[in-house]
């Protein structure tokens, strides 16, 4: 069990460039999570991957915001047109699909990509 | 939708002292509670889970207790160490099918050696 891997861990832009992360799941867990989170602040949910499947999306998650989990395993987020709003930690975690009402919902966070827009 | 209040925003204590962090829901239908630990600049580590129909949850030094009625958690750290400064999240799932977990803004604790 290698944890939930993230990459790059830090990135600086300009405003206007496109960035993207990658989010390497534990291996086996079918949910993928993508969180926001600023200074001072607790994680803010974005996306939530069930296999390949996107399920969930937060208001949040603009139209320049994307996210992908093509063969139900690693996970991209892109931001196009990266504003200075943007700057924050973004957080991916998983968690195993196994019977919630015996095993509860125990999930699993990456280190974080930071995103510092200038 | 669901709002998650977490007082002290935060809390430094002389090492060896029992303490609790508190933790308040606006909505009570939830399906279980989290706390989460995140040292600065990292991700976070989950610390205690505790189902919409348990009371309480205990992990070594660290007890999460549920009042899901009057929408509170605590989380009791006994005998607290310096190695225990870091921020601490409580976290809740609604019980309605969606996954997105609602965080509150965390207390930020200093244990002074």
């Known amino acids: 069990d290698t944890g939930v891997s993230q990459d790059p861990r830090h990135k600086i832009t300009k405003r206007g460039q496109n960035v993207t992360f990658r989010c390497d799941p534990i291996s086996e867990h079918n949910r993928l999570y993508w969180y926001r989170q600023t200074l001072g602040q607790g994680p803010e949910f974005l996306t939530y991957?069930?296999?390949?499947?996107?399920?969930?999306k937060s208001r949040l998650l603009s139209d320049r915001f994307s996210a992908e989990r093509p063969k139900g395993s690693f996970s991209t987020l892109e931001i196009q047109r990266t504003e200075q709003g943007d700057s924050a930690m973004y957080l991916c975690?998983?968690?195993?699909?196994?019977?919630?009402?015996?095993?509860?919902?125990?999930?699993?966070f990456g280190e974080g990509s930071w995103l510092t827009v200038v | 939708k669901q709002e998650v209040t977490q007082i002290p925003a935060a809390l430094s204590v002389p090492e060896g002292e029992n303490l609790v962090l508190n933790c308040s829901f606006t909505?009570?239908?939830?399906?279980?509670l989290q706390w989460f630990r995140q040292d600065p600049g990292k991700g976070l580590t989950s610390l205690l889970l505790?189902?919409?129909?348990?009371r309480e949850q205990t992990s070594g030094r660290l007890n999460a207790s549920l009042d899901k009625s009057s929408g509170r958690s605590t989380l009791y750290i006994a005998a607290s160490q310096p190695g225990d400064s870091a921020t601490y999240l409580c976290a809740s799932l609604m019980d309605t099918g969606r996954r997105a977990l609602t965080f509150g803004s965390g207390t930020r604790l200093q244990v002074q050696p």
């Open positions: 909505d009570s239908a939830i399906y279980n």
């Open positions: 505790i189902q919409s129909s348990q």
């Open positions: 975690a998983s968690s195993p699909q196994i019977l919630d009402r015996e095993y509860g919902n125990t999930i699993y």
């Open positions: 991957f069930q296999n390949e499947a996107q399920l969930e």
